[in-house]
């Protein structure tokens, strides 16, 4: 460790330094907020802005209509009436305020959804001594939070100010080509490799050992001695909806294979894995503009597309998909555009995930890039224009690409290529909206005529069949115009059970 390593260390670690407590202790503080300052909060909020952070709103004349964040539904009953200051969905019943909307949809405490609603509207928040009852009200997630926030703070400090945090942590960033903007709108940090620097840091700042544990900073031994997780790794911070900082990646930099690439935060009260998507909170605004969310794989490729100008990206972190993650993304937009690396292994391995998207009602499009390239190394080396223009121009609709993949890896085996058009039908089935699946359908055999598929379009067509026909008038086909959608809604459904062979 460096002179000025240490000098940094050794500050951070002294009781005395001269920082804001205030901040740093806040889960074990004695003070409340004001009540005039809670109801100055309260008169500043907005319901229509508080909620329109989360949900995309439209106007209807007084009210906003939106897709109710509580429950899934496809059409929107979800109404915010700024007038009032209320909102109230007629679907599932949730009603409330700004602050019990913050609540029931962050998962805050009121003490969190103040502080939230202070940051937003640059309101002060003046504290008095709390009651014993009061201070031991605060919970852990209030306390993780903190930990989150300050050590995001931390991390950021020796990545800028430390020698080693440049010599190493810096420059591999730089190597990765982000801008100093954008490590520093990303918050992104840097842990010495030094096993405890953090921990002592941390623990002489007042943090207790127990919560740094469950925050995933640290690990202890059987003695008791602290040692940290993410030692000698860059730092990716997990931002939650409201920009909340809630986890944390870790990618190490050495080149032994048997250490893990990327070390992640463990589940707590404030962090479920399937419930969060990294990036999401720069990206959300973006994903309602563009109408569309581009969904990749790593940290990396959302930081590398943001530098490029596109903001409209989200990333699963490299687990598989949830239906939380899709219902979240559902929020903002109905139309999701997967960007491969074109790793036919990976690709195969997600399709589960996407059939998931299609259950919820989204329309799925998917990019394939180059051999040899990822969403991360081809916005690096280009101009954002020429990424945008591959995007729009190389999106496939998924299920003709999954078919496509499909037919060809079955190429000369008929029992192969009939268990791929099986496959193909299930995800058709999976569509909720008949007339979409009807659609598709067609597409499906009229992309098989034009290929002159002979006994493979006999083949689709078979499976085709499998959809029942009950429903439909007479003389309509699936894909003709004449065929109302609406008569064949049960035909559809009936192709979920056909497709499983139920």
Request: hydrophobic fraction near 40%.
């Amino acid at each position: 460790m460096t002179r000025q390593d240490d000098r940094l260390h050794r500050e951070k670690s002294s009781p005395g330094r001269q920082t804001d407590q205030r901040y740093l202790h806040a889960p074990f503080q004695k003070t409340v907020i004001r009540p005039d300052a809670i109801q100055q909060v309260k008169d500043a909020a907005r319901i229509d802005e508080v909620v329109g952070q989360f949900v995309n709103l439209k106007r209807k004349g007084p009210r906003f209509l939106g897709l109710c964040p509580f429950h899934n539904e496809k059409t929107p009953s979800f109404n915010v009436v700024p007038a009032m200051g209320i909102y109230k969905c007629f679907g599932c019943g949730e009603s409330g305020d700004s602050i019990g909307f913050l609540i029931e949809h962050e998962h805050h405490s009121y003490v969190e959804a103040i502080r939230w609603l202070a940051k937003y509207y640059n309101i002060e928040l003046p504290e008095e001594e709390a009651t014993p009852e009061q201070a031991a009200e605060q919970t852990e997630r209030e306390s993780i939070a903190v930990i989150q926030a300050w050590a995001q703070k931390w991390s950021s400090e020796h990545l800028w100010e430390t020698d080693e945090g440049k010599r190493i942590g810096l420059s591999y960033f730089h190597e990765r080509g982000f801008r100093d903007d954008i490590i520093k709108q990303f918050q992104l940090g840097y842990v010495p490799e030094f096993g405890n620097a953090f921990s002592i840091s941390a623990i002489a700042n007042g943090f207790n050992p127990e919560l740094l544990e469950k925050a995933g900073w640290i690990k202890r031994r059987e003695d008791g001695n602290a040692w940290d997780f993410f030692a000698g790794r860059v730092t990716f911070p997990v931002h939650g909806l409201s920009g909340q900082i809630i986890a944390f990646g870790a990618r190490t930099l050495k080149s032994d294979k048997k250490l893990p690439k990327y070390f992640n935060s463990p589940e707590s009260a404030l962090y479920v894995k399937s419930r969060s998507l990294y990036g999401i909170a720069f990206a959300k605004k973006a994903i309602v503009e563009q109408g569309t969310c581009l969904l990749v794989e790593g940290y990396t490729d959302v930081i590398s597309l943001h530098q490029a100008g596109i903001a409209n990206v989200v990333a699963s972190s490299g687990t598989s998909l949830t239906v939380e993650q899709v219902r979240l993304i559902k929020r903002y937009s109905t139309s999701v555009t997967i960007l491969y690396d074109g790793d036919p292994a990976g690709i195969k391995a997600s399709l589960r995930g996407i059939d998931l998207i299609l259950a919820e009602g989204l329309s799925v499009k998917v990019v394939l890039f180059p051999d040899g390239e990822d969403p991360d190394s081809f916005a690096r080396k280009r101009p954002s224009s020429e990424v945008l223009d591959f995007i729009a121009k190389e999106a496939k609709d998924f299920i003709v690409f999954k078919a496509d993949m499909l037919v060809r890896e079955a190429e000369g085996d008929p029992v192969k290529k009939a268990a791929a058009i099986h496959e193909i039908v299930a995800s058709i089935a999976l569509v909720p909206d008949a007339c979409i699946a009807l659609i598709v359908l067609a597409t499906m055999q009229s992309l098989a005529r034009c290929a002159g598929a002979g006994a493979d379009q006999r083949n689709e067509q078979g499976a085709a069949s499998a959809v029942p026909q009950k429903g439909r008038r007479r003389g309509s086909s699936a894909g003709s115009p004449g065929g109302r959608c609406c008569t064949t809604a049960t035909g559809v459904a009936g192709s979920r059970h056909a497709a499983a062979g139920t």
